[in-house]
């Protein structure tokens, strides 16, 4: 028998919904004998049989179940056009527990990087955004926006894109770069962010993508600029102060040299007066 080969389980219903065909695979999803799958004159019976629900609806055909024995299944309806359908069960467990696992790494990776006050994202090697955080979301649209799928240049995000392009260029190029952008937010704050760019590289040697990490450095920035404004004020004050002490000394030397002066006018002087008495002392 065809069927028996499937790895699904397999079930087809007449126009009336009773059971007609079914294969091996069917009863071991179910846990149901053959003879009790032929004592069954309705698709609703099996409710009361088996803990599997085969009763999916035309509007909402197939869904995923998870049965006591920790296996998950996926059920679908397929109608044709006679009346007839078929049930087909299909085991899901790796697939289903592969995926849970990727959905609770996701979500403790959301939960750290949403708790960091770096804006952290990843871009693919088309560059588009695969990964943004909560911070990244709020400087560049909001917590509701979300980034991904977008590509890097048609998002309009960044003011300079041309210069950006570069760094982005040379990051898919394998190579680390890190790099300073002034920038303004989406509610109009301007900083300074200090961006890097780090290539994802495959175990091929070829680049997927890169991750973008973002600090704001505007603290930083204008702790420099405010230190350098008091160097230059500070360096201008010494000059002023160093120009005065200058024109002082030079003041004090014009007065050395006047009281110099004097002092010989004054010798001088009492030279004469000396010379002038001691011949008015002989005349007399």
Known sequence: NLIDNLSQGVLLLNKNNAPEVWNAKFEQFCELSHESIQNVSELHEFNTITEVFLYPSRELNFHIQELSNGKVIDVRRHFVSDGQSIITLSDITEQHQYEQSIRESEN???????????????????????????????????????????????????????????????????????????????????????????????????????????NDITDRIRASQA?????????????????????????????????????????????????FLAAVSHDL
């Open 108 to 214: 403790w990776i959301r939960t750290i990087t949403d708790n960091v006050p770096a804006m952290i994202a990843y871009v693919n090697k088309q560059k588009q955004f695969m990964f943004t955080n909560k911070v990244y979301n709020q400087w560049y649209g909001d917590q509701n926006h979300d980034l991904v799928g977008q590509d890097l240049e048609e998002s309009n995000l960044f003011e300079d894109w041309e210069r950006i392009s570069v760094f982005v260029n040379r990051a898919l190029d394998g190579e680390m770069v890190s790099f300073e952008s002034k920038e303004t937010s989406v509610n109009g704050r301007v900083s300074y962010l200090q961006k890097s760019y780090v290539p994802n590289i495959n175990s091929n040697g070829t680049v997927d993508g890169f991750f973008v990490l973002v």
């Open 227 to 275: 230190l350098q404004s008091a160097n230059f004020e500070l360096e201008e004050r010494v000059q002023i102060r160093t120009r005065a002490l200058e024109n002082e000394i030079e003041s004090r030397k014009h007065t050395q040299a006047r009281l110099s002066e004097a002092i010989i006018s004054a010798k001088e002087a009492t030279e004469s007066k000396s010379k």
